[in-house]
């Protein structure tokens, strides 16, 4: 089976095809789940969001409509997907791959009849998507895919309604169904990947040793989630339960470095920044004569609050700025390393009391956030002091991208009706 799969859920534009087949021959009970990557893609809108200190709504949708069409074209070319062969069905799972078998063209009259319907639907919401789909002639031919897979939420919902007209178009256009995507399903299942090379290579997910605790860090999430049921190896078996047992009372905590990152003057988004000043802080062996908070360390729960934090940086930079409003280079990199130090603390003790509390045999860590050197290292030494295994995936992986979408789309299979999506910005798990 072929997917291809959206996510539009924040700032990143992703696009990316996967091949799924059980391997019957692997095993007598019923096969190993099997995937390769045709192609994967990420534009990102960052630096066009950076004046604004954080992820403007609307420009992240009118952007996102714009480009996600081009991105299709340069991902169908990048994966060859127009001169693939129809091979053989046994691999699609049943599903044919011309499910409107005849010709693999699309008429004239089919395709105006699909942009009037939509221009109607969409009632005057995401022109530049329609504008876009009108001129794009390669949507003409159906392409050897079988499903669409679309993030539904959570997520800023001007963004996420993008991602989703875009598969209900392209769902009408080459009768293909649709299975919405919970985002944040995308980056726990994401960190099964074997790699996120687009090189064709045959795969299986790598195991998860159960139960399992997932910590998801990013712009917009701060959760800890326990994973239980699941045999990743073996499709057939797979089922995922999860369980939210901690999150954010308020911010996220990308969104704490994000903050702090504008309260000391630096750009968005902030985490990458903060992450150098403190590491500059490290090899200069520069400490903070201010102590900042650890957040909720003592609360006896596993949930999170990062904007008291975020508070305390705001008067500690008052405190400190001259008279032109600026602080120095050096409290910069001070209070950076003190403030990756508080979070570190933070989410270490909250991550021992998730392990302590399921007896986790292993823990994911997912969300942009996931990329911080410091805190990489923290998880390391949780993982061999508990005696985890730890999942720990590459930048790609763990910030947004539409592989994880992808996957978490072929492996649950419930389709939806294209005219029952909706974006739901809170969507939980
Ligand atoms: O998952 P992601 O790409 O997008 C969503 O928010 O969904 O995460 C982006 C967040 C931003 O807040 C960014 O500042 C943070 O991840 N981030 C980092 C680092 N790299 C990105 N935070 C701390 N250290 C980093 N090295
Ligand atoms: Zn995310």
Redesign the pocket.
């Known amino acids: 089976m072929i997917i291809l799969g959206i996510e539009t859920?924040?700032d990143?534009t992703a696009l990316a095809i996967i091949e799924t087949r059980l391997d019957h021959e692997a095993s007598a009970n019923g096969g190993y789940f099997e995937y390769r990557i045709l192609g994967s893609l990420i534009l990102s809108q960052a630096e066009l969001h950076s004046p604004y200190g954080g992820v403007f709504p609307t420009l992240a949708k009118r952007e996102h409509a714009k480009n996600i069409i081009p991105l299709l074209k340069d991902l169908f070319d990048k994966a060859e997907i127009h001169s693939r062969q129809n091979t053989s069905s046994k691999d699609n799972h049943g599903i044919p791959s011309f499910p409107n078998s005849g010709s693999n063209q699309i008429s004239e009259t089919e395709f105006n009849g699909i942009v009037e319907k939509f221009k109607k639907e969409f009632n005057g919401q995401n022109p530049e998507l329609l504008e876009a789909f009108v001129r794009a002639d390669f949507l003409r031919t159906i392409p050897l895919i079988d499903r669409i897979a679309v993030t539904e939420g959570p997520g800023l919902e001007p963004a996420l309604w993008v991602g989703i007209n875009c598969a209900q178009i392209l769902s009408e256009l080459w009768h293909i169904p649709i299975v919405p995507v919970n985002h944040m399903e995308g980056h726990i299942v994401g960190s099964l990947l074997e790699s996120d090379k687009a090189d064709g290579v045959w795969q299986r997910l790598k195991t998860l040793p159960l139960p399992s605790v997932a910590l998801l860090i990013?712009?917009?999430h701060t959760e800890l989630i326990k994973i239980d049921n699941h045999n990743a190896t073996h499709q057939k078996a797979l089922s995922l339960k999860y369980d939210i047992i901690g999150q954010t009372r308020d911010d996220a905590v990308?969104?704490a470095?994000?903050k702090v990152a504008r309260l000391l003057n630096l750009p968005y988004?902030?985490?990458?920044h903060?992450?150098k000043l403190a590491q500059e802080a490290a090899e200069l062996d520069l400490h903070s004569s201010i102590k900042l908070p650890r957040p909720m360390i003592n609360s006896g729960d596993l949930d999170f609050s990062f904007s008291g934090l975020k508070t305390a940086v705001l008067y500690a930079v008052r405190f400190a700025s001259e008279a032109d409003g600026q602080v120095n280079l050096q409290f910069k990199q001070e209070l950076s390393r003190e403030f990756e130090q508080a979070v570190a603390e933070t989410l270490e003790t909250k991550l021992r009391g998730a392990i302590e509390q399921t007896g986790a045999q292993s823990i994911i860590i997912g969300?942009?956030?996931a990329?911080?050197k410091t805190l990489r290292t923290s998880f390391q030494k949780i993982a061999e002091e508990y005696g985890v295994t730890l999942f720990l995936p590459s930048q790609i992986i763990s910030?947004?991208n539409a592989l994880m979408i992808a996957l978490a789309g072929s492996i649950n299979d419930k389709t939806k009706v294209s005219a029952d999506l909706k974006a739901n910005g809170t969507k939980r798990l």
């Open positions: 859920s924040c990143e990013s712009g917009g990308g969104e470095f994000d988004p902030g985490g990458p903060i992450s969300g942009g956030v990329a911080n910030g947004d």
